[in-house]
């Protein structure tokens, strides 16, 4: 499958960070063929129509909707190609940890690495209008570079990501309450680096040094959900990708994900989901899951 990569661009801040509008970068989302990226992406829709299969989801894009997309999660536009009107911030991971002196700072923002909530929200023509302005001004910035841009630049994103943080949790009754958070985000992050190779959650609250009680709390405030719960929606999800994505047998994606048996993974497959492996790949293939 084909991966985009991050390329910095003629700006005159040397920044992984770039804002695309529609009429640069259409033709890669009209185009219908499946891809992944290196970088992070917000695409902020004024007028848009069609869909967007963004790993095991599918969205429905409509005018006045804000996609967000995490590195290497699969996505497959179908979108039409007439009265498209879109605007893109794209960012590494490595730009965001640096830029804000916080590493968990793109685990902290709700939309991203999200599996229990849409990837998405519809927004006011406002919030629309707002965003668009925010992402002009960046530009602006980015490309007409002045000795105070940095510091511009800065403002204007955090001020931009908090926002849509804010409305995506208003969207979707998630807690911004940062009491004890970190344990959240850093489990969040842990599980990106760990999920194929732990998946119990005591490794977790070892890494931590805190207890069970103490993580599920914090899990519990602002994922709305157990650690437990997150940790096999994360493995699910893991499972699930090797099947759609890869040409592995189940046993060889038990030997990947570290289960003692090719049983094992079925057994857990059966009892998240409630039919097989062989099931779902069926659905899938034929467009019901």
Same mark, same amino acid.
């Given at each position: 499958m084909k991966i985009i990569k991050f390329h910095k661009t003629e700006c005159g801040v040397d920044f992984l960070l770039n804002v695309l509008p529609s009429e640069e970068v259409k033709e890669t989302y009209v185009d219908s063929e499946a891809f992944n990226?290196?970088? +992070?992406?917000?695409i902020v829709f004024k007028k $848009?129509? $069609?869909t967007l299969v963004l790993n095991q989801q599918q969205i429905e894009i409509s005018d006045n909707s804000i996609v967000f997309i995490s590195p290497f999660q699969r996505r497959q536009w179908k979108l039409e190609s007439n009265n498209l009107d879109f605007t893109v911030l794209v960012f590494q991971e490595e730009f965001m940890n640096d830029f804000f002196a916080d590493k968990l700072f793109t685990y902290r923002l709700l939309y991203f690495y999200q599996l229990e909530y849409p990837l998405y929200f519809s927004a006011t023509n406002e919030s629309i209008k707002r965003y668009c302005e925010l992402l002009t001004e960046i530009k602006t910035e980015l490309v007409v570079t002045k000795s105070d841009s940095v510091h511009i630049i800065r403002s204007l994103v955090y001020y &931009? &990501?908090?926002k849509l943080n804010r409305q995506y949790a208003e969207e979707y009754q998630l807690s911004l309450d940062k009491t004890d958070g970190n344990y959240a985000f850093l489990f969040k992050q842990l599980l990106e680096k760990h999920i194929k190779t732990k998946q119990r959650i005591d490794s977790y609250t070892e890494i931590l040094n805190v207890s069970r009680i103490t993580l599920n709390k914090a899990v519990k405030t602002h +994922?709305?959900?157990t650690a437990t719960h997150l940790l096999k929606q994360r493995l699910l999800f893991e499972i699930k990708n090797y099947l759609i994505h890869s040409e592995l047998t189940v046993a060889e994606i038990a030997h990947e994900l570290? +289960?003692?048996e090719p049983n094992h993974l079925m057994r857990f497959f059966k009892k998240q989901t409630g039919i097989t492996t062989s099931e779902f790949l069926f659905d899938y293939q034929n467009g019901r899951s």
């Open positions: 990226t290196d970088y +992070f992406e917000i $848009g129509k $069609g &931009l &990501l908090q +994922f709305n959900v570290n +289960f003692s």
